[in-house]
């Protein structure tokens, strides 16, 4: 069975940091492009930042850019999304996704949630003082 599961969510202050974790089992990381989707209240689903399959390049959306770092250990299995200097905009549920970028940029498939086919099921980040 594939699965993805999120973890490192919680409560922190303005200014703090997270790591968010995403373990894969049932299949290798290595050949899918893995995104961190977030959904705030009353808002869309947006991507905040993705990794390629191949040559591990990078997107972030612009307001991630500078604070937030995605990485991948395909040894682990695992993906990270490192988050410093939190903002209380940051709140919200946090998916990890796994797609097949072939053919698509980085951008592109961070740009369309529907280009990835597995999803974990969220980890809540909440930034309050």
């Known amino acids: 069975q594939l699965q993805l599961v999120e973890s490192g969510g919680g409560l922190v202050e303005p200014g703090g940091s997270l790591r968010l974790s995403c373990a894969a089992s049932?299949?290798?990381?290595?050949?899918?492009?893995i995104g961190w989707f977030r959904q705030a209240p009353g808002k869309e689903r947006e991507g905040v930042s993705c990794?390629?399959?191949?040559?591990?390049?990078?997107y972030y959306a612009e307001s991630e850019k500078g604070r937030f770092t995605i990485s991948r250990d395909n040894a682990k299995n695992t993906v990270y999304l490192q988050m410093d200097s939190l903002k209380s905009e940051d709140t919200g549920v946090y998916y990890c996704?796994?797609?097949?970028?072939?053919?698509?940029?980085?951008?592109?498939?961070?740009?369309?949630?529907?280009?990835?086919?597995?999803w974990g099921q969220g980890t809540q980040v909440t930034v309050s003082s």
């Open positions: 049932g299949f290798g990381l290595d050949y899918y492009a």
């Open positions: 990794i390629s399959s191949s040559d591990g390049s990078t």
């Open positions: 996704a796994a797609g097949v970028d072939f053919a698509f940029t980085i951008e592109e498939m961070c740009s369309y949630s529907a280009k990835f086919d597995y």
